[in-house]
């Protein structure tokens, strides 16, 4: 008798399991949604997905069948899920800023969006974000409307998931709430939103102000000067790239030169023709993109035998699409390595093994990868990943 009574429980607890899931309403008509919320007086929880989405069909596998998932939002949300390529999918993905996938958007009865997150979500992470979704002092378009009213730690806050959610209005939000600060590093937390998350600074003095700040920055503990370095780059070229510094339509070269000479010397050279091959590029002028990339080949003494094999790396794919890949890598492997760095000098052939693998020249990777793994001046770390990388090719 007792193996039967545990046979019916362990049969009743494998059913319960099976049973827990989120209770979707599946591609609804938006207006029963929004009457449905006001009715019960609930959130709305809306998974945008896409059918050829694979974080997607996890968080259904693994995410909405979590038991105490299931419980909290069958009692707390009204649950949809629309697939935003069909029916009101795309006037949906357009009215809540939909362009990744799966987006998890939490909606108020009068269709007013509160807060979001996007990509996978494991249960617990899921949970929080649910909680959070609740609560008016968490909720980010919530705080977003009263953002310049926030404490410099909720602003921080803020601003984390400003970025995590590419809230394109931030740079903005950021501008204006950092503007109106008597000192921009005033206390750890301004520290930190200007570190990490503000795109521009308001105005060149508060520039100024941060590039003569190093020492003031370094005493907080947390950053070292190649943080400083790599951020003062990042607001540098932002600032030149501000309405304060761009007066015409046409994007004025000569002042964004002006301004990274001005506040990084050092490094002026390198950033301001690397930027230029980018926006050549993502303009689809070759020409100029490719005269610009020549200036960084062409001058590694002023660049840097690292900031050299950065750039190779980094636009080697578009020099392969361009049939013009074999060309510039003998250019790049004609360029000496400095002898105060021969202990990189594996990073020729590292920065061919990754075009290889990234324009798919299989065989070509191969070969490079184990004729790395067989020299001594190849780091074992550099190994590892290598034989990982030989490794996924021979599964897939």
């Known amino acids: 008798m007792k193996k039967i009574l545990f046979a019916l429980c362990l049969l009743a607890a494998t059913l319960t399991a099976k049973t827990a899931e989120i209770k979707f309403l599946e591609n609804p008509v938006w207006t029963d949604v929004l009457a449905k919320a006001k009715k019960e007086n ?29 419980d909290y939002f069958n009692a707390n949300f009204v ?83 400003a970025v995590e959610l590419q809230d394109e209005d931030f740079g903005y939000i950021s501008k204006d709430f950092l503007s109106a600060k008597p000192d921009i590093l005033g206390n750890s937390d301004l520290i930190d939103l200007v570190m990490n998350y503000a795109f521009v600074l308001p105005k060149e003095k508060d520039l100024n102000y941060f590039s003569t700040s190093k020492s003031k ?32 339509e046409e994007m004025d070269f000569d002042a964004i030169k002006a301004v990274l000479d001005k506040y990084i010397p050092q490094r002026s050279f390198f950033v301001f ?20 990339f020549d200036e960084i080949l062409n001058n590694p003494t002023k660049v840097g035998y690292q900031q050299v094999c950065n750039a190779m790396m980094g636009f080697g794919p ?27 000098s594996y990073l020729k052939d590292f920065v061919k093994a990754i075009i290889y693998i990234k324009t798919k ?16 001046d190849t780091p074992e770390n550099v190994k590892k990943d290598l034989r990982q990388a030989l490794q996924n090719i021979g599964t897939n």
């Open 42 to 70: 609930k959130i709305i929880f809306l998974d945008a997905f896409a059918t050829w989405c694979g974080p997607c069909k996890q968080m259904d596998a693994e995410t909405y069948t979590n038991q105490a998932v299931a």
């Open 79 to 161: 649950n949809v899920k629309y697939d935003m390529e069909k029916g009101e999918g795309a006037m949906l993905a357009d009215r809540y800023y939909v362009s990744a996938y799966p987006n998890l958007v939490f909606i108020n009865p009068d269709g007013v969006m509160l807060h979001k997150g996007i990509g996978f979500l494991a249960a617990g992470d899921f949970l929080k974000l649910a909680k959070a979704a609740k609560n008016p002092e968490t909720q980010y378009y919530t705080l977003k409307k009263s953002a310049q009213k926030l404490s410099d730690a909720q602003f921080l806050q803020f601003a984390k998931q």
């Open 217 to 248: 920055i370094l005493r907080e503990g947390k950053y070292t000067e190649d943080d400083f370095d790599e951020r003062l780059v990042s607001l540098a070229i932002q600032f030149a790239l501000s309405e304060e510094v761009q007066v015409t």
């Open 273 to 292: 023709n690397y930027f230029k091959t980018q926006y050549y590029l993502e303009n689809k002028e070759m020409e100029p993109a490719l005269a610009a």
């Open 318 to 344: 578009t020099l392969f699409e361009e049939g013009k890949l074999d060309a510039y890598l003998e250019k790049f492997n004609a360029i000496p390595v400095p002898a105060k760095e021969a202990n990189l």
């Open 361 to 376: 020249q299989t065989d070509k990777f191969k070969e490079t990868a184990n004729a790395m793994l067989i020299s001594n």
